[in-house]
């Protein structure tokens, strides 16, 4: 093909050359049909799970049916057949964690040629490209409309710019954050334009004012390493101290190969948990340590315990000082609460 090319430009024939680089960039640089060829990868966050596979859509099947069969056999679960899908990566898009998941294919575009490299390769086939699936603008965006338009929020009027600017600041800070990976995160414009004039409504009605009174009142420029952004902003002076800043925009929406996106674990307490339904899953009568017959015994208020000339029975005690009016005890510790006798503690 380079000969011919290269024979055509000799004879000057430009239409036969544009034709050849056109038949010469349909060529695959490599042998993509190794009939031999499998690669199966495997991800998997909390209750998501995706699975990329090399090979015809029929192993693809088969190995969805040992799926199931293995999570309804050894783990007892059903696979959904309406979220477990199968799809051509190329020509379709997988959901996967709030992205849509995709494989880059064109011949038009390529790389430039370098000082080591002068190759003129196709740079995108085959790349594995994230995008900002349009169900979420539109769903993010429906709580900032009225009618198809730009609301106002009519539970904030009555709150200070601070935490009107703040709290729409943190809403748009956390979509645009988590989708800086999408190589169309510019999409995300249209999110903001519905947010930025929501909350500039809603600053409106608080000041018995217009749109562009508040816009010009609030914004300011921010400069980021793309250059500057225009913001809006709100600060609350403090003495002797820097003044407090909500900030609402100022996010370049372009792709950050190198984003991080932090996720916070839930720190439980450190003391024993003390609710009732885990108490039970304990399956121990809470005054003798015994596993049979497990009931729970009640009493209306921990007051009622204490009675002017009596001594607390030991049950008793045990509810007062756990400061619960449940008590989870065995068959035999409850017959004796009920006849009023102490459970002696073993």
Request: hydrophobic share 35%.
């Amino acid at each position: 093909m380079e000969y011919a090319i290269a024979q055509a430009r000799r004879r000057g024939d430009r239409a036969e050359v544009r034709s050849l680089y056109r038949r010469l960039h349909s060529l695959p640089s490599q042998d993509p049909n190794d009939p031999g060829y499998r690669r199966l990868r495997y991800c998997r966050y909390a209750d998501d799970t995706l699975l990329g596979f090399v090979g015809p859509k029929v192993e693809a099947e088969q190995i969805k049916a040992r799926l199931a069969a293995f999570l309804r056999d050894d783990l007892a679960l059903s696979l959904s057949p309406d979220k477990t899908q199968i799809t051509h990566a190329r020509s379709q898009r997988a959901r996967f964690l709030g992205y849509e998941i995709t494989v880059a294919s064109s011949d038009r575009r390529t790389r430039r040629p370098t000082a080591t490299d002068r190759r003129n390769r196709r740079s995108v086939n085959g790349t594995v490209v994230l995008h900002v699936p349009a169900s979420v603008i539109a769903t993010k965006g429906a709580p900032y409309l009225v009618r198809g338009k730009p609301g106002c929020r009519n539970p904030m009027v009555n709150e200070a710019d601070y935490n009107i600017v703040g709290r729409f600041g943190a809403e748009y800070r956390g979509i645009v954050q988590y989708y800086l990976l999408a190589g169309d995160v510019f999409r995300l414009h249209r999110l903001r334009w519905i947010m930025e004039t929501s909350m500039l409504k809603t600053l409106a009605r608080k000041h018995r004012s217009s749109v562009s009174k508040m816009a010009a009142r609030h914004k300011a420029k921010l400069v980021t390493p793309h250059g500057p952004r225009t913001c809006f902003e709100a600060s609350v002076e403090r003495a002797g101290r820097n003044p407090l800043v909500a900030r609402f925009g100022g996010i370049p929406l372009k792709r950050r190969k190198g984003a991080v996106l932090t996720d916070r674990v839930q720190i439980g307490p450190i003391y024993p948990n003390k609710e009732l339904i885990h108490r039970l899953q304990t399956g121990k009568c809470e005054l003798c340590k015994r596993t049979d017959s497990i009931s729970v015994h009640h009493v209306r208020s921990l007051a009622a315990l204490t009675q002017p000339g009596r001594t607390q029975p030991t049950w008793a005690q045990v509810m007062a000082q756990r400061r619960r009016k449940s008590l989870v005890v065995c068959g035999a510790c409850h017959d004796l609460i009920h006849g009023h006798t102490a459970a002696p503690l073993t």
